[in-house]
């Protein structure tokens, strides 16, 4: 909920998304936890639709999502990503089509900054999984468990052509936010891919830390 700029992380993570041309819809999926309601507030300002269910168990909150829009397979982003590149979620989308997957990612090797990260799952297979014993963090997490028993599962992995699976362009902590207020204050970011953002995240970096 906090702004960078003139529009809130949530905000810009959602407008990045609507220009990806293969999807159907956005939804928020938050939590029933009552200091969640701002989150509710705030989507219904921006015409976007929410879905809420258990905080701790992420994983059955977005399986129930995604029934309930009767969604054969759903995009998860982390509303944490204000420079998400929707480039990236259209491949991801395109890889999964035609296939009989379970999962398509460009996590289970991670060369993509993180901020980009983007996980094409199959409804009835994260439904499957959410039925099994799992661990607090498989819970709050989801994919954990498609990726520590990848053998279980039909994965399709998609890299960036490069190594850049150590640069950030999330926002995590306070420094993130920082530096993601001078990223954005630098110049148009509403199309920039995520090699353009990579180049300034690093140069106001750098800057920040006097190198």
């Known amino acids: 909920m906090k702004k960078i700029g003139s ?11 609507k220009k990806a041309s293969l999807i159907d819809s956005i ?17 219904e300002n921006l015409g976007v639709k929410t879905f809420v269910g258990p905080l701790e168990d ?13 969604s054969e397979a759903f995009v998860r982003i982390s509303g944490d ?15 999964f089509s035609g296939h009989e997957a379970d999962l398509a990612t460009n996590v289970l090797q991670r060369t993509f900054p993180k901020g980009q990260s983007v996980e094409v799952i199959r409804t009835s297979s994260l439904k499957s999984l959410c ?5 607090p963090e498989q819970k709050e997490h989801v994919t954990p468990y498609f990726y520590e028993k990848f053998s279980n599962f039909r994965i399709l992995s998609f890299t960036s052509g490069q190594d850049s699976g150590n640069s950030r362009q999330c926002i995590d902590d306070e420094k ?3 530096l993601a207020n001078r990223v954005a204050e630098r110049e148009d970011l509403s199309r920039a891919n995520w090699k353009d953002i990579d180049r300034i ?6 800057a920040f830390n006097g190198i």
Not at 7 to 17: A, D, F, G, N, S
Not at 27 to 43: E, G, L
Request: aromatic share 6%; proline share 1%.
């Open 7 to 17: 529009e809130t992380v949530l905000q810009r993570t959602v407008e990045r998304i």
């Open 27 to 43: 939804i928020v999926a938050t939590s029933t936890t009552k200091s969640d309601r701002a989150i509710i507030d705030h989507c």
């Open 58 to 70: 992420v994983g059955e909150r977005l399986a129930q999502a995604a029934s309930e829009e009767s």
């Open 81 to 95: 990503s204000p420079f998400i590149d929707f480039r990236i979620v259209d491949e991801a989308v395109k890889l």
């Open 131 to 135: 039925s099994k014993a799992r661990t």
């Open 176 to 178: 993130d936010f920082l």
């Open 201 to 206: 995240w690093t140069l106001e970096s750098n």
